[in-house]
């Protein structure tokens, strides 16, 4: 940044609390000291996600799971150790739902080699998270992602319950819990839309959505009956796909899903319940083009959430661990 630009936000920001203006995100932060950082982490990406589109859809999530807890800064990739028992990953939001880790050690990895402590592992989950969007969307949802964040050093199992909104929210629990993180509606109704691809386990959505009574689709209901047993024994929690017109694929067929009524969460249906999250869902089903440029927006704001600066956070040298545990 040029220095009068520089000076600029500096100013903008003492006078403004605008949040995520002022966290020295950017895009090509690594030009100069590991240049070809991207290309790393999209090539591990690439290679994981043509395996199994299913860790593409993780790694999107894992970025949403990530921002919402302690900003985005990595707490949600912290193994447990002796001191820290209950890391945001062993919590019910995450646990065992949560994949794609393995695909964030590997990109570590290799950005190690080429670049040792430069890149921190908050910044490959916000690169990793967009580089999942823009193959599963077959190279159309392309996104510049800012970087810039540091990894925290803290990471609590119940802070993660208490920020990741459950699947029985109704909206305006969704639109309170998103504000919470800057977050305003539309930006919640386009997140939403992550849930074109991957899946759910049956614990998720059963009882309360195949209870009756409820305004999902009758033919949907029955193939989730079919799928999940009503009374599972212990550790039986089959899944199913999110999108069952095109489950791998990241597109705008989630709204039409909702406005069909064949959604899995009542969080997703509860976007019909309000009229002005319901007028988004329809201009996100209808209008060719209008959810992608909404979600590359909203993603990169989500990226943004609570990112820690200067002295709050370290670069990592293994994503699984704090510095000098
Ligand atoms: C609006 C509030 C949200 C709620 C209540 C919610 C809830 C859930 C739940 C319960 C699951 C299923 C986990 C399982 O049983 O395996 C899930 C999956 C998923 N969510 Fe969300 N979510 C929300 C927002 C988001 C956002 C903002 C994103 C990303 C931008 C996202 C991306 C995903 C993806 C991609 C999956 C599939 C994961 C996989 O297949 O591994 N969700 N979500
Ligand atoms: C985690 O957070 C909860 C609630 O904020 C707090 O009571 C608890 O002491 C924290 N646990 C650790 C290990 O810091
Ligand atoms: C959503 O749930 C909260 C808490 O249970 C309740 O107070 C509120 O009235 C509900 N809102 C809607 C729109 O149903």
Redesign the pocket.
Known sequence: MATALRLAVAVTCAFLVLASACQGLEVGYYKKSCPRVEHIVRAEVKKFVYKNA?IG??L??L??HDCFVQGCDGSVLLDPTPANPQPEKLSP?NFP????FEVIDAAKDAVEKACPGTVSCADIVAFASRDAAYFLSRLRVKINMPAGRLDGRVSNASEALDN????F?NVTE?VD??AAKGLDAED?VV??G??T?????C???VPDRLAAPSDIDAGFASVLRRRCPADPAPGNDP?VN?DLATPNAFDNQYYKDVLAHKVL?T?DAALLTAPETAKMVRDNAYIPGWWEDKFKAA?VK?SRVEVKTGKQGEIRKNCRVVNHA
């Open positions: 299913g859809a993780g999107i999530r970025l949403f939001p739902s949560l994949r794609g990741l909104p459950p699947p929210f969704l819990a998103f919640m997140l939403s992550a849930h691809v991957g899946r759910a386990h614990s998720s959505f899944t999110q969460f969080s993603f989500m």
